[in-house]
């Protein structure tokens, strides 16, 4: 039986994302979704692609949302989502950090989402951005900024600092609320 929910983790650049997903995918039947991604930078956590692949999937309507940002398009896509829900009956992760991306899966892919908000402090995600090397910490705290400025606190079922909480018990949380929604 294919899985009919999912989670959606919107948060701003160091807020955690990575780290909780890990922890999900020890405690139960998570997978990370990849976004597609086309462009320069940072490979891991994404499936690169290429402009013509992107073509072909917008030409062919899997596109479900589509953003542009460090110079590159990340892409959640219909193919991707039904390989996790449908053929590995997966709960799929999506790392997302735009409110449009929300509203966008949620009618696009209709699931029963869980939508969870993740931040830590400004200083705490310059820290980690800096411990892990980010070539772009100025522009990836301009787009924390950003993130967390849209933010509608009624699009969430959970709003957690990950500053304030370990790992595990944020995802514990998160499987909770996950498993709990109707």
């Given at each position: 039986?294919?899985s009919?929910?999912g989670v959606?983790?919107?948060g701003?650049p160091a807020?955690?994302?990575?780290?909780i997903?890990?922890?999900?995918?020890t405690?139960g039947p998570?997978?990370?979704?990849q976004?597609?991604k086309?462009?320069?930078?940072?490979?891991?956590?994404?499936?690169?692609?290429?402009?013509?692949?992107?073509?072909s999937?917008?030409?062919?309507?899997?596109?479900?949302?589509e953003?542009?940002?460090?110079?590159?398009?990340?892409?959640v896509?219909?193919g991707?989502?039904d390989?996790?829900?449908?053929e590995?009956?997966?709960?799929?992760?999506l790392h997302?950090?735009?409110?449009?991306a929300?509203?966008a899966?949620?009618?696009?892919?209709?699931?029963?989402?869980?939508?969870v908000?993740?931040?830590?402090?400004r200083?705490e995600a310059?820290?980690?951005l800096v411990e892990?090397n980010?070539?772009?910490v100025d522009?990836?705290?301009?787009v924390?900024?950003?993130?967390?400025?849209?933010?509608?606190l009624?699009l969430f079922?959970l709003?957690?600092?990950?500053?304030?909480f370990?790992?595990?018990?944020?995802?514990?949380?998160i499987d909770?609320c996950?498993?709990?929604?109707?």
């Amino acid at each position: 039986m294919a899985s009919s929910r999912g989670v959606l983790l919107y948060g701003p650049p160091a807020a955690g994302k990575d780290t909780i997903t890990e922890q999900l995918i020890t405690i139960g039947p998570y997978t990370h979704f990849q976004r597609l991604k086309v462009g320069p930078g940072r490979t891991s956590g994404y499936r690169m692609g290429t402009i013509e692949q992107l073509t072909s999937l917008r030409e062919r309507g899997q596109v479900i949302y589509e953003n542009q940002r460090y110079d590159s398009a990340y892409v959640v896509d219909r193919g991707e989502l039904d390989s996790i829900v449908r053929e590995h009956e997966q709960v799929p992760v999506l790392h997302i950090g735009q409110v449009d991306a929300i509203h966008a899966i949620r009618r696009g892919y209709p699931l029963i989402w869980t939508v969870v908000m993740v931040f830590c402090p400004r200083e705490e995600a310059e820290k980690r951005l800096v411990e892990r090397n980010d070539a772009r910490v100025d522009e990836r705290l301009s787009v924390w900024d950003e993130t967390l400025a849209e933010a509608d606190l009624a699009l969430f079922d959970l709003v957690v600092n990950t500053g304030a909480f370990e790992p595990a018990h944020v995802a514990t949380a998160i499987d909770w609320c996950q498993r709990h929604r109707q």
